[in-house]
């Protein structure tokens, strides 16, 4: 039996992986999901990756606001402010539920893993999903004229920084679950998907985990990146804004370069099809398709597409 592992961070993660759900069972999925945006506000534990896929997966996802879950009420927030407390960060009720559970969880002496592998089946999702890490990895942006944790960058201040560098505090001592390394070597996983995320954001915390990274770059079986930028834009986030800030070009070969020597297949937008002679050239294989994902069939007919690049790659690698 094939089996796949999609490498996720927010949205465009969720995205895909919701196509993934849709063609692949349990047994043949799971998800490594980026922690360093994971936070402690409020006095509960805030995992907003995982819990995107979680709510994405499960149904309950808020598709009117695009984050959070779905038929949201604001009391405790309404009080919270009342009584003095930072609003900056939107805590629902329901969402809250979730926090103040894996908080209970964590507090009890429960891994992360465990601790999201409980909260996934309470909502019904049975498909696996690793954490990064067991120990803390914090995402923080150098500016001009401070050091910013990742939520107050991102959702405080709404990304209005300039980002000068990025760093992932933790990352040297970071634990990655031991059987999500175990997974890289089974026989039978038949391909690594790095979904449509950012990738200075949401993917480059993973890979500075070293066993992650050093898993990945030994991965017998094929690994493919899907572009986060579509004709010199990102398709969501501020990915162009940062990649401009970094003095980055704003075209998917950047994305391509960015993970050479981890992947050996990438997946062009049909707006860039005149960048694969240039990617083919670093001695990568690429597959040209529409990555929109703007219904359901959007997202499963782009999940049919990767797997089945994954399958004709074969045990090729790149570079």
């Known amino acids: ?44 534990n805030i995992s907003p990756d995982i819990d995107t896929l979680m709510y994405t997966l499960s149904g309950l996802s808020n598709q009117e606001l695009g984050w959070g879950r779905a038929d949201e009420s604001w009391a405790f927030l309404d009080s919270f402010k009342t009584l003095g407390g930072e609003s900056w960060f939107q805590l629902g009720d329901r969402d809250l539920a979730v926090h103040l559970r894996r908080t209970e969880l964590l507090d009890s002496g429960q891994s992360l893993s465990e601790v999201t592998a409980e909260l996934f089946s309470r909502l019904g999702v049975k498909y696996r999903c690793w954490p990064m890490s067991e120990s803390k990895v914090s995402t ?114 950047t994305v391509a370069m960015h993970y050479d020597g981890l992947i050996n297949g990438f997946v062009l937008d049909t707006l860039d099809q005149q960048l694969v002679g240039e990617i083919e050239d670093t001695g990568c294989a690429v597959l040209v398709t529409n990555t929109m994902m703007n219904t359901l069939d959007d997202k499963t007919v782009l999940a049919q597409t990767v797997l089945e690049f994954c399958n004709n790659l074969g045990d090729l690698k790149c570079g």
Do not use: W
């Open 1 to 44: 039996m094939k089996k796949f592992l999609a490498i996720s961070g927010g949205v465009g993660g969720a995205k895909l992986g919701l196509g993934l759900t849709k063609i692949l069972s349990e047994d043949q999925l799971s998800f490594l999901v980026n922690t360093g945006d994971d936070f402690k506000h409020a006095g509960v």
């Open 140 to 253: 923080k942006v150098y500016t001009d004229d401070s050091l910013l944790s990742f939520q107050h960058y991102f959702v405080r201040d709404h990304c209005a920084h300039e980002v000068k560098s990025i760093v992932f505090d933790g990352s040297e001592q970071a634990q990655p679950p031991q059987d999500l390394i175990e997974y890289f070597n089974d026989p039978d996983l038949a391909g690594v998907i790095i979904c449509p995320s950012n990738p200075y954001l949401s993917i480059d915390p993973i890979l500075s985990v070293k066993s992650i990274r050093r898993a990945l770059a030994c991965c017998v079986a094929p690994v493919i990146a899907i572009s986060p930028i579509i004709n010199g834009e990102s398709v969501k986030g501020p990915t162009s804004k940062i990649m401009a800030e970094l003095k980055l070009e704003l075209s998917a070969k």
